[in-house]
Structure formats: C-alpha cells, structure tokens
C-alpha cells in the first residue's frame, strides 16, 4: 500500500525566506506526482504536475523535483509572501487512476 | 471555461439519514473523482467515474455510491450516516482520465453529520 508523507506538518518563515516543503512516498511505482495547494476549508488548487518520466517542473516562483528511486520529491517556493499562507499537500498518481494523498504541510507566511 | 462546482456548500445531517452531494466537472471533462478529506488529513480516494462507468474504487463501504450522467456531472451518496463521515467531500474532474493529466478540483461541501 502506497503511503505518502509530508514533513514537518507546519512551517511558519518570515517574508522573502524560501520555502522547501518535502514529501516521500513508499512505492515508487507512480504514474505521476501533483503538489496542490489549500486555503482553509476551500478545495485543492493545482500547482505542479510532474510525470514519472520527469527530473523537476517549474511554474513562477514554485520548483518541484522528483526523485522516484529515492521516493521523494521537494517543492521549492521561492521570495515567500503572506499570500502563500496555506496548506500544501502533494499527491502520487496510481495505476488506478487514483491520487494517494500525504496530509499536507501548513504554511505560515509571517509579514 | 467554467471550473469544477459542487453542491451544496455545506450540509448538516443525523446519524442513519441518507445524503446526496452534487459535482459539476470542468468543461470538456468526462472523468469524475470523489474524495473523502477528514480535519487534519489528507483526501482520501472514494471512486472514480469515466464515461458513466465506475472506473475504480477506494476502500470505502457500499453504502458510499456514485453516478455519472451523461453530461458528466456527478453525485456521490452516502447511506446511513455515521458520525465518522463528517468531513470535505471533493471531486475532481479530468479530461479523460489520464495518467498525464492534472485533476481539476471544486471547492467542496462540508458535510456534518450529529
């Protein structure tokens, strides 16, 4: 069974400090890697994508890499602002055609 | 292009009542997934719909159902509520499926059963 992990739970840095929010999964049989992004009590904004065939995807100040040997990948934001304030949970595509979800890393962008 | 809705916001329920929660998917997306996001956790895959058709399956008991129509809108049922399924209930939608494809979400409805 396929379980993801997101360490730590909770992150608060000051403005302008990056951002390096981690996430590893057990098996590294996935089709894909997605990092979402949540506002309290809202629903899942999709940040990146990354395929199995992929190194890293960038979007803006938002990098993640992949490294599925190792089971993990990293998302990096960069120049943080308090609008990054949020919870950002990655997510592994199956060969089910499901997403296997860690519990998310909450973000606290301090002004 | 109109984003993933899902119906109604919010919900509050008793224990043993049955409910039924909408999803509208993305335009030009026939595939259709519910997700079950306790406080504090991640979602968790309920099943997935493609083209009318369950296409998967999360372990989740049979009192959880779906249906697809034939406009791909969506709606998830739960039968015989416990407190246990208080929680965000999401769905996604994707073009058709793909492993390639990112999955679009709504913002969910928040269901509280007492």
């Known amino acids: 069974k396929q379980e993801v992990t997101q360490i730590p739970a909770a992150l608060s840095v000051p403005e302008g400090e990056n951002l390096v929010l981690n996430c590893s999964f057990t098996d590294s049989a996935i089709y894909n890697l997605q990092w979402f992004r949540q506002d309290p009590g809202k629903g899942l904004t999709s940040l990146l994508l990354?395929?199995?065939?992929?190194r890293e995807q960038t979007s803006g100040r938002l990098n993640a890499s992949l490294d599925k040997s190792s089971g993990r990948s990293t998302l990096y934001i960069a120049a943080s602002q308090p609008g990054d304030s949020a919870t950002y949970l990655c997510a592994v595509g199956l060969g089910d055609y499901k997403l296997s979800f860690g519990a998310g890393t909450t973000v606290t962008v301090r002004a | 292009e109109t984003g993933v809705t899902q119906s109604p916001t919010h919900l509050i329920k008793t224990r043993g009542q049955q409910v039924t929660l909408r999803c509208s998917s993305q335009?030009?997306?026939?595939?259709v997934s519910w997700y079950q996001q306790a406080l504090g956790q991640g979602p968790q895959f309920i099943f997935q719909y493609y083209r009318e058709e369950e296409n998967g399956r999360g372990n989740f008991p049979p009192r959880f159902s779906g249906l697809q129509f034939p406009n791909y809108s969506s709606e998830l049922n739960v039968n015989a509520l416990e407190l246990d399924d208080s929680a965000l209930y999401l769905c996604?939608?994707?073009?058709?499926?793909?492993?390639?494809?990112?999955?679009?979400f709504g913002p969910g409805t928040r269901l509280l059963v007492l």
């Open positions: 335009s030009g997306h026939n595939t």
């Open positions: 990354i395929q199995s065939s992929q």
């Open positions: 996604a939608s994707s073009l058709s499926g793909g492993h390639q494809e990112t999955q679009y």
